[in-house]
């Protein structure tokens, strides 16, 4: 555990998102950690993944070499940044000559971002205490009290800060806000059962009910996954169940229809499924952190959505397509 020499704990995120109405009810704002066990491939936030900070590069946002005298080129004593490909100026016609981050010689370090001006090349990843981040939590209180929203810690996956998100959480309940945990559940028991007397509701993500195939794709095994989710449900807490449907993965009925038998199985504690269908939005993201080719899908249909939304309300279930 990082902490301060006041014995805070430190946690690292990656973004905080606010006006957000995708993460539980009402308004909210949404605390982004970093660092994940899971290696999603259709992950659409692969800055998140990892615990170190990442030099990241937005193409759209570079100026160009000429327009800004080579500065990161400059700045960078590993020699990890070269010439790389031309774009069109929309301005007028003519071609600005970006750059290309060698990722094997670079080692995050963000001398260049500290030179880009236009915030083309940035550090993702940032670190506060428990109090500043519940500080600047708080600065959207009046949109919580008035939308009966609250505040969601997201990642990544935030229990890998488990000292940070307990004391966040902690703080927040001192104000009487409502708190949600975005979790892939993946964690020892212990861990989660630290988060429950300070979250009132857990956005919990189920991917796929056979543990060899979840192992397979995700990269871990889903047995801790179902075991913890169950015990929150036996713990009273409330759930709302997200469904990445991942065509080639999961998207397939049998495996919905069992993920469906499991939840009924939790009872009252789960308020509604969330059918996420995949998009491939994220994959820009990965080219700003990695020069590695990402895997593509076709998204599922709305029709198809429609029928798997189907099969699980047929098992008594509040479903829907988020
Ligand atoms: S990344 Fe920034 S400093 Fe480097 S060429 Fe582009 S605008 Fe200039
Ligand atoms: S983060 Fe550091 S090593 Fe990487 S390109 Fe920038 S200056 Fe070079």
Not at 119 to 130: I, R, S
Request: hydrophobic share 35%; aromatic share 8%; glycine share 6%.
């Amino acid at each position: 555990m990082e902490t301060n020499k006041e014995q805070e704990p430190i946690g690292r995120l990656y973004d905080i998102q606010g006006f957000s109405v995708q993460d539980g009810p009402g308004i909210r704002t949404t605390a982004f950690l970093k660092g994940c066990p899971l290696r999603c491939p259709w992950c659409h936030s692969p800055e998140s993944q990892l615990y170190k900070k990442q030099l990241s590069w937005m193409s759209m946002r570079c100026l160009g070499v000429d327009a800004c005298n080579s500065r990161c080129i400059k700045a960078c004593t590993k020699n990890a940044i070269e010439l790389g490909q031309t774009r069109e100026n929309i301005q007028d016609g003519s071609e600005i000559q970006m750059i290309h981050v060698k990722r094997d010689l670079c080692d995050d370090c963000g001398d260049c971002a500290e030179k880009c001006y236009a915030e083309a090349l940035y550090l993702c990843g940032k670190d506060y205490t428990a109090s500043e981040l519940t500080e600047r939590l708080l600065q959207d209180k009046n949109f919580y009290d008035t939308s009966g929203g609250g505040v969601t810690i997201s990642g990544g996956e935030p229990l890998t800060q488990i000292d940070f998100v307990e004391c966040v959480l902690k703080k927040l309940k001192e104000h009487d806000i409502h708190t949600a945990l975005d979790t892939t559940g993946f964690a020892k028991w212990d861990v989660v059962a630290r988060t429950m007397p300070y979250t009132d509701l857990y956005l919990y993500d189920l991917k796929h009910m056979d543990s060899k195939k979840h192992e397979a794709v995700v990269k871990v095994p889903n047995e801790p996954i179902l075991e913890n989710v169950q015990k929150l449900a036996e713990n009273g807490k409330k759930l709302q169940i997200r469904i990445p449907v991942i065509p080639l993965f999961n998207h397939d009925e049998e495996n919905i229809r069992k993920t469906a038998e499991f939840c009924t199985k939790l009872g009252d504690a789960v308020t509604m499924i969330q059918l996420l269908p995949y998009h491939n939005l994220g994959v820009m993201k990965y080219l700003r952190i990695s020069d590695e080719p990402v895997a593509e899908a076709t998204p599922p249909s709305d029709a198809y959505m429609e029928k798997l939304k189907d099969i699980m309300s047929g098992y008594g279930l509040h479903v829907t397509i988020h």
